[in-house]
């Protein structure tokens, strides 16, 4: 499985943007996908995720309210819709893929796959 996040850049602090995680290869359109975060000096965190099947969704409590998760099985991709964004929301944003199914997609330590990141930069 191959990940590429993409949508990161540098906005002020209330707007709004939204990450794009592409799957691709063998058994991609599979499992849950998460994103997850990590700032500068900081331990990567996790942001939110989604399961294969889309009917449940999970939120840090930092980005309840503000980011949604969402995906398109057709194309195969997942994307992070940030509101309200925040200057503590700057930070390298990197979505992941477990590989199996029933996995807590809030616990870091059970993914398998990650995609390389990207940046988002929130000025005050």
């Known amino acids: 499985v191959q990940l590429q996040a993409s949508g990161g850049g540098l906005v002020q602090a209330g707007e709004s943007l939204t990450l794009s995680c592409a799957a691709s290869g063998r058994d991609s359109s599979k499992y849950g996908t998460g994103w997850f975060r990590q700032a500068p000096g900081k331990e990567r965190e996790f942001v939110s995720a989604t399961t294969w099947s889309g009917r449940n969704s999970y939120y840090a409590d930092s980005v309840k309210g503000r980011f949604t998760i969402s995906r398109d099985d057709a194309d195969n991709m997942v994307y992070l819709q940030m509101n309200s964004l925040k200057p503590e929301g700057t930070a390298v944003y990197y979505c992941?893929?477990?590989?199996?199914?029933?996995?807590?997609?809030?616990?870091?330590?059970?993914?398998?796959?990650w995609g390389q990141g990207t940046l988002v930069t929130v000025s005050s």
């Open positions: 992941a893929k477990p590989e199996a199914y029933g996995v807590d997609l809030t616990q870091e330590n059970l993914y398998s796959y």
